[in-house]
C-alpha cells in the first residue's frame, strides 16, 4: 500500500512530517534512485525510499516514545541550534537521542520553562501542532506589577495580534500570591510569543513563565511536587490515550470543508 513520503517519514521516526516536507523540497529524499517531488507517495514493500542516502527500511521502524520533560528556561526547544545553544534533545539520555526520530511537540520560548512532549510519532506531532487543533495549555505568568482588572477582562475576550484576534483565554489571578502579580492562564492556541506580546500590549512585562500544563498532562507528581527542571518522564498509557483521541477528532475536523469548523 502507498502512502505520502512525508507521512512514512513521520511514521518511521526520521523527521516530524513538517521537517520530512522541508526534506523533500531540499531534494534529500529519493525513490528508487529518483529525487522526490511533494505529493509522491511510497510502497516500502516495492520501493526503495533513501533520506541522504540511506535506506528507509519497514523493519526499521523505531518504537514509539512518549515523553513530558519540564524544559528549563535558557533551554532551545528545538533538535539542534545554529547558535550551539543547548536542546531539549540534548537534555535526554544517548538511547533515546539517535535513531529515534525523536523530537518536541511544538516550542516554548528560550526563556520560558515547564511542559514540553517530546515523541518520534510523527501523526500526532502534526495534529497537536496544527492550527485548527485547539488543545488547551495551563501557563503560571508572573507581572512585573499588579494586573488591572480591565486588562484581566480584554485578555480574556481576545486581543488583535498581526491583525487577528487572540482566542478567549481562561485567567485567574493565584490566590496565594500577595503581590497579586502571578496569574494562571489556560490558552487554547499558540501563537509565537503570544502572553509575552499580549502583556505587552496591555502595558506589562513577563517576568517568568512556566507551563504546568498540556491537555490533562501535568507537571505534578506525588505530593504536590513537580518533576524537576530538566528531567523527564515517560507519559503514562492514559495520557497517551488523551493525546490520541485528540488526534482523532483533529483528523475529523479536518475533513470537513474549512468553512465548516471553528478556525
Same mark, same amino acid.
Given at each position: 500500500?502507498?502512502?505520502r513520503?512525508?507521512?512514512v517519514?513521520?511514521?518511521?521516526? %526520521?523527521?516530524?512530517?513538517r521537517?520530512?516536507? $522541508?526534506?523533500?523540497?531540499?531534494?534529500?529524499? *529519493?525513490?528508487?534512485?529518483?529525487i +522526490?517531488?511533494?505529493?509522491?507517495?511510497?510502497?516500502?514493500?516495492?520501493d526503495?525510499l533513501? %533520506?541522504?542516502?540511506?535506506?528507509?527500511?519497514?523493519?526499521?521502524? @523505531?518504537?514509539?516514545?512518549?515523553?513530558?520533560?519540564? $524544559?528549563?528556561?535558557? %533551554?532551545?526547544?528545538?533538535?539542534?541550534?545554529p547558535?550551539?545553544?543547548?536542546?531539549? /534533545?540534548? &537534555?535526554?539520555?544517548?538511547?533515546?537521542?539517535?535513531?529515534?526520530?525523536?523530537?518536541p511537540?511544538?516550542?516554548?520560548?528560550?526563556?520560558? !520553562?515547564?511542559?514540553?512532549?517530546?515523541?518520534?510519532?510523527?501523526?500526532?506531532?502534526?495534529?497537536?501542532?496544527?492550527p485548527?487543533?485547539?488543545?488547551?495549555?495551563?501557563?503560571?505568568?508572573?507581572?512585573n506589577? !499588579?494586573?488591572?482588572? $480591565?486588562?484581566?477582562a480584554?485578555?480574556?475576550?481576545?486581543?488583535?495580534?498581526?491583525?487577528k484576534?487572540?482566542?478567549?483565554?481562561?485567567i485567574d489571578l493565584?490566590? !496565594?500570591? *500577595?503581590?497579586? $502579580?502571578i496569574?494562571?492562564? +489556560?490558552?487554547?492556541?499558540?501563537?509565537?510569543?503570544? /502572553?509575552?506580546?499580549?502583556?505587552?500590549?496591555?502595558?506589562?512585562? %513577563?517576568?517568568?513563565?512556566?507551563r504546568?500544563?498540556?491537555?490533562?498532562?501535568?507537571?505534578?507528581m506525588?505530593?504536590?511536587?513537580? &518533576? @524537576?527542571?530538566?528531567?523527564?518522564?515517560?507519559?503514562? *498509557?492514559?495520557?497517551?490515550?488523551?493525546?490520541?483521541?485528540?488526534?482523532?477528532?483533529?483528523?475529523? +475536523?479536518?475533513?470537513? @470543508?474549512?468553512?465548516?469548523?471553528?478556525?
Amino acid at each position: 500500500m502507498s502512502e505520502r513520503v512525508q507521512k512514512v517519514l513521520s511514521q518511521w521516526g %526520521v523527521a516530524s512530517r513538517r521537517k520530512a516536507e $522541508k526534506m523533500i523540497i531540499a531534494g534529500r529524499v *529519493q525513490i528508487n534512485g529518483q529525487i +522526490v517531488k511533494l505529493g509522491d507517495r511510497v510502497d516500502l514493500t516495492a520501493d526503495v525510499l533513501q %533520506v541522504d542516502g540511506k535506506a528507509v527500511k519497514k523493519t526499521n521502524r @523505531p518504537q514509539p516514545i512518549y515523553l513530558l520533560l519540564n $524544559k528549563p528556561a535558557g %533551554v532551545v526547544s528545538t533538535c539542534c541550534d545554529p547558535q550551539n545553544r543547548s536542546t531539549v /534533545i540534548e &537534555l535526554l539520555p544517548t538511547s533515546l537521542r539517535f535513531g529515534t526520530g525523536i523530537h518536541p511537540v511544538g516550542r516554548l520560548d528560550f526563556a520560558s !520553562s515547564g511542559a514540553l512532549i517530546l515523541t518520534n510519532d510523527g501523526e500526532l506531532t502534526l495534529s497537536l501542532t496544527h492550527p485548527r487543533y485547539h488543545l488547551p495549555k495551563t501557563y503560571l505568568v508572573e507581572l512585573n506589577r !499588579s494586573p488591572a482588572s $480591565k486588562d484581566l477582562a480584554s485578555w480574556r475576550e481576545g486581543i488583535v495580534l498581526d491583525g487577528k484576534k487572540t482566542l478567549p483565554a481562561r485567567i485567574d489571578l493565584v490566590k !496565594s500570591n *500577595q503581590a497579586g $502579580k502571578i496569574i494562571k492562564i +489556560v490558552l487554547t492556541e499558540g501563537r509565537n510569543r503570544q /502572553i509575552r506580546r499580549v502583556a505587552l500590549q496591555l502595558g506589562y512585562e %513577563v517576568k517568568r513563565l512556566h507551563r504546568i500544563a498540556i491537555g490533562s498532562i501535568t507537571l505534578s507528581m506525588v505530593k504536590d511536587l513537580e &518533576l @524537576p527542571p530538566g528531567k523527564y518522564r515517560h507519559l503514562e *498509557q492514559a495520557e497517551i490515550k488523551f493525546l490520541k483521541n485528540y488526534n482523532a477528532k483533529f483528523l475529523k +475536523v479536518a475533513a470537513q @470543508p474549512r468553512s465548516a469548523v471553528y478556525d
